[in-house]
């Protein structure tokens, strides 16, 4: 993180919550991540595939917050882990499967997100 001071916001970015299950690999990334000066680490995935150890893990873990959509229920995982937080996307993939429906363009959504 060159020129660095000391208020970087850092994400990590996946499509699925796997690896959290599996291996230390995102803890290892935040912490040289916070070692390095940044100051809160946020984990993004696509989906929530949260088993295993993988609650333990980001309790444990110096994420700021861990964010998923919703295409898998995480009301359960939330209630034990405070760090997840979920975006409703349900919008978003109505009006995708509405355009291709209608043979419209779904790269237009890029641009313009419904709310």
């Known amino acids: 993180m060159p020129g660095n001071n000391g208020k970087a916001f850092v994400s990590l970015w996946s499509d699925f919550g796997c690896n959290l299950d599996s291996s230390s690999d995102r ?10 000066g940044a ?7 696509t989906h929530g595939i949260f088993s295993g150890p993988a609650l333990a893990r980001i309790n444990s873990a ?4 861990v964010v998923v959509t919703n295409t898998i229920p995480q009301e359960g995982k939330m209630k034990h882990c ?11 993939l109505a009006e995708a499967i509405k355009r291709t429906h209608n043979g419209e363009s779904v790269s237009y959504l890029f641009s313009h997100v419904p709310l």
């Open 62 to 65: 110096c994420f700021e917050a």
């Open 82 to 92: 405070s760090k997840i937080q979920a975006i409703d996307i349900s919008m978003i």
């Open 39 to 45: 100051a809160r680490v946020y984990a993004i995935l």
């Open 27 to 36: 803890r290892t990334k935040t912490d040289k991540l916070l070692s390095a």
